[in-house]
């Protein structure tokens, strides 16, 4: 488990801090990004603009943090005791929470492809998504249920991928038989990758 610094954690305990992540959160949802500015920040948080730049250095920033902390608390890390399991309960969770709020994830990527310096934060919070993944993974390893080797980074592109399609194109929905077959379609990969390894 990440441990916090000290200073972080001391800052969150504040209450214009986390007015602040509230509203980025609030107006990401509602109005998405592209229609948020670091005015309308402060004034739905209640703050000056001043204080916001205080503990960020961007409105990306501040707008990743917030919804870097709703997806840990609306996609927590699974474990299940079965890589089933938790592909099941981690792929369900994102599912939801895009079906609720698909525009955010999908404007933060525009923004990402406009702006530089959002594209490195934005990189820095999918990474630490993909650690999720990459961790459920290990364990299903060192429970032997799947022998990984070097692939674990390939495997992730292969089950985070067609999530990120359906999102983008919308061409069919991120449902429960989404889920499913995403899950069925790892368990034979598992299966055929564990066979080929057998002596």
């Known amino acids: 488990m990440k441990v916090q610094h000290p200073r972080l954690q001391k800052r969150r305990r504040k209450a214009p ?9 609030a107006l990401l949802f509602e109005d998405g990004y592209t229609k948020l500015t670091v ?5 739905r948080a209640g703050v000056s603009r001043q204080t916001i730049y205080r ?7 501040v707008v990743l943090e917030a919804y870097g902390e709703e997806a840990a608390r609306r996609v927590p890390e699974p474990d299940t ?3 089933a ?27 990402s492809q406009r702006d530089p310096r959002f594209m490195e934060l934005w990189r820095e919070f999918n990474q630490r998504r993909r650690e999720v993944l990459l961790r459920i993974l290990k364990r299903a390893e060192e429970r032997g249920e799947l022998a ?3 692939d674990a980074e390939f495997l992730t592109d292969v089950i985070y991928g067609p999530l990120w399609y359906r999102l983008l194109l919308g061409h069919a929905p991120l449902d429960e038989d989404f889920t499913e077959r995403i899950v069925a379609i790892m368990g034979r990969l598992v299966e055929e990758k564990n066979s080929s390894s057998r002596p």
């Open 17 to 25: 801090y986390r007015a602040i992540l509230d509203a980025a959160l």
């Open 39 to 43: 005015e309308r920040l402060a004034e």
């Open 55 to 61: 503990w960020w250095p961007s409105l990306g920033a």
């Open 81 to 83: 005791g079965s890589l």
């Open 85 to 111: 399991g938790d592909l099941r309960q981690l792929l369900g969770d994102i599912s939801k929470l895009w079906r609720a709020h698909g525009d955010a994830p999908r404007a933060m990527i525009a923004e």
């Open 148 to 150: 990984l080797g070097s």
